[in-house]
């Protein structure tokens, strides 16, 4: 059959089964898919996705707006790739959907707010459109210096540099780094978007672009090891960089504290508080990365840490990845993700949401108000748990 | 039309509302090999309510309703062969009670298996139901009302027959609740010691009501689940094997299969035997005795127990998503099947007309027969898998389904989850007088014709 | 199609037929009984060892004096038509282990590492004590041994498939191989001169390998100080030469191997076979008595060598307290490569 649009996977489309496994956790207590949990439409999981993208290919769903919302409303937390019954199909599961995007923006319809970030970054390497001297203000009183031979560079990106409550989770995560006497500097006002996002929305050229200026700017600096705050750029930096010819060594600032913490470079006294801590995808599911977080908070004395039922490889999204944190094609209604993570995490007791990742604690700290939880939950990121245990 | 839209809308907000071309091409097909036909508007409603509201609507403006699960009966029973609306249910998914001492439990319409099983697990670890083995998203009503069958059927009959009572909306509007619940507080009983008026809606398919609320038997959930795997190349004597390891009444759960691939099943059939204890001492004293009862077949050389332990955990799994691998056996995410209701002597019959059929259809196979009431009858499964992209093939699934349906309806056998070609056969077949009175409970039940229209319809 | 090479006259002058004396599992009344009934089975009679025997190679091992009683056995029953394992068991097994051109071939020079058919042996032919021919790994039907077809009495099937295996090992070009299950150099080793096939290889024990490596890493080494019962696979009873191995290596590592009923000739089988073969009883009876004599040594390990034997007895052996481990993550263990705790 001869193709209206195509996409690179376009000969395995068909092969999805709509079964529905692909939208919950490995023990099926809740839906796991965000943007089904969100919408609540068949269109708006996986599998949903599957079949329209090959109605779509094959002529019989035309590109429209609400195509395109629901291919945006994906927050690409790899669930689905992990609960597919396909073998080997379903690694292809985001892949298939990232092209689709792509497709969208090669055919010119994204998403009005999608068109936005694109426009934002481009023109002011932020999506905030900020001006990118002021990139590094955050810094201030924390002691981080500029970049400039050091062992480390601390990546930032948008959300850690421009965000209040990015900002905050910044501060703390040089400041234990600082105190622990790493070597470690930032690019402040040179730092640019990694553009993790940019590619999960489709804009393949625009992170081509990002990235290689990125590396080259990150080579003539002698940069070589990079510690990043972000999971998004940590997952960029990591599989998707090395094709476009970066070789540095990436981590993520929670790997490197779990070492300080094991090293006693770090010596948290006490924090006596229930803690819940929340996987974010890019960290957990797109790499694999689940004990660093949960050893840093264990070694802390007094802290209990308590897991959600839907944690580790069975995480639920907070709903602002695959761009979402910018484009909020999901919402803020009582079924969005962040929402149903918060009270998740309430189930459990916890009066801390312990997290890694600058786009989860600020959909999760809107989610808390939103739910009117202020007084009980309190999110915090894993450096800033360990400067209160050391206060 | 936009009037009813905004009657819609009205009830359901704009979030359950839709009309987007995409949810109308969704929502107008199912997995299996059937023709789409587009609905007007897909709904999903939060409360009983909302659907009695809903169901008013569209008695009133004659408009169809199907009510829908996760749409997995592979047989087109949710595609909307005369538009109207689908109605997804699947926000109804509140566990409303568990009475774990009378051992029952309360479901919304749109709760699923899988979410069933991880509540209890988690809140009632001594009780379970009966599963199917259609994907974990596939919804307790929908398996009731196409008289489903899971994990314990091989004990107590049909999932339907486990049924503890129903809130159903009329197709006229009212709220109706049937069995125990529609004299008391208490969900146990469907019908006894009253006319069970759950027959009105088992079975029927979504064309008599739609199901709000579901009672359900559960059942003890042993410590210690085990499977054994007795294989035979002998068709003729499966009958008299599953007629004695019945005979034990121990057994939790008996599934024979067989497929040409992967090679290693190719030529014998298999009994999936499964079985449960609270202790060691329980599941060895089973397995004694069903290894014993067997032993005839081990000496003749006509059957054997093969080695189990490399696919057990696949096998143990509930529900067991190795099941819809099948699907992807020609790369072509398709299967479908014809699985008729019938008894167990008739069981090579069957598997020999399944391979006549894939060999006259070009088509690749997999036989599976699941027992019901300790050996009373099996449903007895004629799968097909299909390549999606391969027109022809699909096209050839679904002759070769027909032709299996024929010779079920011929030898006597009940279609099961009949696709609506298939209901007019069964209704052709069937006794006019009672013929005449599925008429007359559909006409008095639906004046409008308005519930799954296409379906069970006595002309 | 070459056939069994089986001495007559050996049999004829045996003068204490041990292949069926010392059987675990046919009884006979005197030596000349079972004499008798073996020359029955040598002259190609009806004999009640035809019927009775349940295929765990020992007699292969029992006769000192160069035939292959086990070997014969297979061969009459499979003349007479005498299932030794019910029909769909035996189809089963030949299709499960039919060539169909998915092997697997690594990075193979000289010397090739033969994983047979168990994926198993992909994992533990790994680390250190691999170092240097982990990365020369086959597996797959092409180059799986035959021999389990024995069981079944599908003599038929190894003397049709043993020549291809071995002309598929002349394709690779290799000089030796390691095999990883005794069945393979079993076979190799025992039933391929049986039947006049020869090898264009040097087969290596991984066991005389393994006690290579690990005399060079005996620095690494700290000492297990553990004790442990072994499983001996039927297959070695093709190949009794090699059972001191075990022992060898165990020392080395510091694993005791406390005396107890069922070893060297005397031990028994898994069980595995067994099941398929002959029911609930049998299996009952050997796995249990087996597992007790376990117990009643003193050991807190049960060794294995073949994986099958792992998958068959290993649930069973913790239940009742025993430490199911393999030889090979016991070396690894030894050496520092892998955690006790892994195995409890």
């Known amino acids: ?68 919302e629901i291919m945006y409303a994906c927050t690409a937390c790899d669930n689905c790739k992990n609960q597919c019954v396909f073998p080997r199909f379903r690694d292809f599961l985001p892949e298939i959907f990232e092209e689709t995007r792509a497709e969208l923006v090669n055919e010119g319809f994204v998403p009005p707010p999608v068109r936005d970030y694109f426009k934002a970054v481009t023109i002011n390497g932020n999506p905030y459109k900020l001006p990118q001297e002021r990139r590094g203000d955050w810094a201030a009183g924390t002691g981080i210096q500029k970049f400039s031979g050091h062992e480390y560079l601390l990546y930032i990106g948008s959300v850690g540099a421009w965000d209040e409550i990015g900002q905050k989770m910044t501060r703390s995560v040089a400041r234990v780094l600082i105190k622990a006497g790493v070597s470690v500097g930032i690019l402040a006002d040179e730092e640019t978007c990694d553009g ?172 808390v108000k939103a739910e009117g939880l202020e007084e009980i939950l309190r999110v915090q990121g894993i450096a800033e748990i360990i400067e209160q245990a050391s206060l | 039309m936009s009037d009813i839209l905004n009657s819609l809308i009205e009830i359901l907000g704009k979030r359950g509302v839709s009309n987007s071309p995409e949810e109308l091409w969704y929502y107008s097909m199912d997995p299996g090999v059937l023709d789409p036909h587009l609905p007007e508007f897909v709904v999903a409603p939060k409360t009983t309510e909302e659907v009695q509201k809903i169901v008013r609507l569209a008695n009133r403006e004659k408009i169809p309703i199907v009510p829908m699960g996760n749409g997995m009966s592979l047989t087109g029973l949710v595609i909307p062969l005369k538009g109207g609306i689908v109605m997804d249910m699947k926000r109804m998914n509140k566990i409303v009670e568990v009475n774990p001492v009378a051992r029952y439990v309360v479901v919304e319409g749109g709760t699923s298996q899988g979410m069933l099983k991880a509540y209890l697990q988690e809140h009632h670890p001594g009780l379970r139901h009966s599963l199917p083995d259609a994907p974990a998203a596939t919804t307790i009503a929908a398996n009731v009302s196409l008289h489903g069958q899971g994990r314990l059927t091989q004990q107590y009959g049909f999932n339907s ?87 034990l ?211 | 199609m070459n056939d069994l090479q089986f001495s007559e006259n050996v049999c004829l002058t045996c003068p204490t037929a041990d292949c069926m004396m010392k059987c675990q599992y046919i009884r006979f009344g005197s030596i000349k009984e079972a004499h008798g009934e073996m020359m029955k089975v040598v002259r190609g009679e009806d004999s009640r060892i035809l019927s009775e025997c349940v295929t765990c190679y020992a007699c292969e091992e029992y006769c000192r004096r160069g035939n292959h009683p086990y070997l014969l056995i297979g061969e009459r029953r499979e003349e007479k038509g005498l299932l030794s394992a019910p029909r769909p068991i035996a189809k089963q097994w030949i299709n499960l282990t039919r060539m169909q051109g998915k092997q697997f071939i690594c990075q193979v020079n000289d010397t090739a590492l033969s994983c047979c058919l168990l994926p198993e042996l992909m994992v533990l032919a790994t680390g250190e004590i691999f170092n240097g021919v982990s990365q020369a790994v086959v597996f797959g039907a092409e180059f799986m041994c035959p021999a389990v077809h024995s069981h079944f009495s599908k003599m038929s099937v190894i003397r049709e498939r043993l020549p291809l295996v071995i002309e598929n090992f002349r394709k690779l070009g290799v000089k030796e191989v390691i095999f990883m299950h005794d069945e393979c150099y079993g076979t190799f080793t025992s039933i391929a001169p049986a039947y006049c096939y020869e090898l264009p290889f040097r087969p290596i024990y991984y066991m005389d390998f393994l006690l290579e490596r690990l005399t060079q890493l005996k620095d690494r080494i700290k000492p297990l100080n553990i004790r442990a019962a072994y499983q001996r696979p039927c297959s070695n009873r093709l190949i009794p030469d090699k059972l ?42 050997v796995q249990g008595r087996n597992i007790s004599d376990m117990l009643a040594s003193g050991a807190d390990y049960c060794v294995f060598n073949c994986p099958a034997c792992q998958v068959s007895l290993s649930e069973k052996v913790k239940k009742e307290g025993l430490k199911p481990v393999h030889l090979v993550d016991l070396c690894k263990i030894a050496i520092g490569e892998k955690r006790r705790e892994e195995f409890l």
């Open chain 1, 1 to 68: 059959m001869e193709l209206v649009h195509n996409i690179q996977h376009a000969d395995i489309v068909h092969r999805c089964f709509r079964c529905g496994y692909c939208k919950f956790p490995s023990d099926y207590s809740d839906f796991n898919c965000p943007s089904y949990k969100a919408f609540g439409w068949d269109t708006y999981s996986p599998g949903g996705r599957m079949w329209l993208i090959r109605g779509w290919m094959e002529g019989e769903i035309k590109t429209n707006s609400h195509f395109a």
């Open chain 1, 196 to 367: 993790n996002d940019v590619k999960a929305m489709g804009e393949t050229g625009l992170f081509k672009q990002l990235a290689t200026d990125n590396i080259i700017k990150f080579k003539e600096k002698g940069i070589v090891k990079i510690i990043t705050l972000d999971p998004h750029a940590y997952n960029a930096f990591k599989k998707d960089y090395p094709p476009l010819g970066a070789d540095f060594q990436v981590f993520h600032h929670t790997q490197i504290m779990a070492e300080l913490l094991k090293e006693k470079r770090i010596t948290p006294s006490t924090y006596p508080v229930t803690v819940t801590y929340h996987d974010p995808c890019y960290l957990g599911r797109h790499n694999a990365i689940y004990g660093p977080p949960r050893d840093i908070l264990k070694a802390i004395p007094g802290l209990a840490l308590v897991e959600m039922r839907q944690s580790g490889v069975n995480g639920f999204c907070c709903g602002g990845g695959g761009g979402n944190f910018f484009t909020d094609i999901l919402g803020s209604g009582e079924d969005s993700p962040g929402r149903v993570r918060v009270r998740q995490a309430l189930q459990t007791g916890a009066s801390v949401i312990a997290v890694a990742c600058p786009n989860c604690a600020k959909m999760l700290c809107d989610a």
């Open chain 2, 161 to 247: 027959d486990m049924v503890t009572g129903l809130e159903v909306v009329l197709p006229t509007g009212e709220i109706c609740r049937i069995g125990s619940p529609s004299v008391g507080p208490y969900w146990f009983s469907k019908g006894p010691s009253l006319p069970d008026l759950s027959g009105l809606f088992l079975g029927w398919l979504g064309t008599t009501g739609v199901i709000t609320k579901v009672g359900l038997m559960l059942y003890p959930n042993k410590k210690i689940r085990d499977v054994e795997l007795f294989v035979t190349d002998r068709a003729d004597l499966i009958p008299e094997m599953l007629y004695r390891l019945t005979h």
């Open chain 2, 249 to 459: 009444e121990m057994l939790e759960d008996i599934n024979v299969w067989f497929q040409p691939k992967p090679l290693m099943f190719e030529d014998n059939f298999h009994i999936t035997i499964y079985f449960a204890g609270d202790d060691d001492e329980e599941i060895e004293f089973k397995r004694k005795k069903l290894w014993n009862t067997m032993q005839g077949y081990i000496d003749s050389r006509d059957g054997g127990f093969m080695s189990v332990q490399y696919i057990k955990a696949s096998l143990l799994e509930m529900p067991q998503r190795s099941i819809a691998d099948f699907a992807d056996v020609p790369k072509g995410g398709g299967f479908e099947y014809s699985g008729p209701i019938v008894t167990i002597d008739r069981f090579p019959l069957y598997a020999a007309k399944l391979v006549e059929l894939a060999r006259k259809y070009r088509l690749l196979y997999a036989g599976a027969a699941r027992l019901i009431s300790g050996g009373h009858m099996m449903m007895f499964a004629i799968s097909f898998a299909f390549n999606r992209d391969d027109r022809d093939m699909m096209r050839r699934v679904k002759e070769a389904l027909e032709e299996a349906t024929e010779f079920a309806l011929a030898e006597g056998g009940i279609p099961w989850k009949p696709n609506f070609a298939e209901q007019r056969m069964i209704l052709d077949k069937m006794e006019p007088a009672t013929r005449s009175l599925y008429r007359m409970i559909k006409k008095n039940l639906d004046p409008q014709g308005i519930m799954n229209p296409g379906n069970w319809e006595v002309n």
């Open chain 3, 244 to 285: 001191p191995l075990v022992k060898q290596i165990l020392d080395l590592i510091g694993v005791e191997l406390p005396e107890r009923t069922y070893q060297g000739e005397n031990s028994l089988c898994c069980g595995e076979v067994f099941k398929a073969t002959s029911g609930y009883q049998l299996v009952a009876d």
